[in-house]
């Protein structure tokens, strides 16, 4: 009966450690993309886009972060590159992304770069509010931050680099 209760005590303990853990997730959308050739199906950042990728680091220096996850396209990797992070994990579906995070990813800091039509996507699928209508395709300067804790998400929105409406 001892052991019973103790396994009952341990087990309960357990999933309150888990239950109480933070999640920090930070997503963005890739910087500017080279526009100087229309044809180009997968852009690298243009020379803008690889300063606001730098302004992306300096903003984020002391964010430890576990892991990294980006699209398979150029500019998103390359918006991560000036970060330090352990590995960075091409996802396809937002909800894919979502599960994965959920299951090897809680208590633990991840970034996110997506793109303009998928950010405020993402931010929905870990339960976040929406902070701004949409994205439209000159929104380089945003950032968001989610904490997830048990079943709450708290939506933080940010900017960093110049700002793109001028």
């Known amino acids: 009966m001892k052991k019973l209760i103790l396994l009952i005590i341990i087990s309960f303990s357990i999933s309150q450690i ?14 500017e993309k080279d526009k100087s050739n229309p044809e180009e199906k997968d852009p690298n950042l243009s020379d803008e886009g ?28 390359q918006t ?5 992070i352990k590995k960075v994990f ?11 995070v959920n299951a090897h990813y809680l208590g633990k800091t991840i970034i996110i770069a997506g793109h303009s ?9 870990f339960k976040g509010k929406r902070p701004k209508d949409m994205l439209t395709d000159d929104d380089y300067d945003y950032i968001f931050h989610l904490t997830l804790k048990g079943n709450k998400t708290k939506v933080k929105m940010d900017q960093f680099g110049r700002p793109h409406h001028l």
């Open 18 to 31: 888990t239950f109480a853990q933070t999640t920090e997730i930070w997503i963005v959308r890739h910087a």
């Open 90 to 100: 091409d996802y396809k579906d937002i909800k894919a992304l979502s599960d994965t």
């Open 80 to 84: 991560l590159d000036s970060l330090i």
């Open 117 to 125: 039509n998928t950010v405020l996507e993402i931010i929905e699928a």
């Open 50 to 77: 690889k300063i606001r990728a730098g302004d992306l680091a300096k903003f984020l220096k002391k964010v430890n972060f576990d892991a990294a996850f980006s699209t398979s396209t150029k500019r998103t990797h």
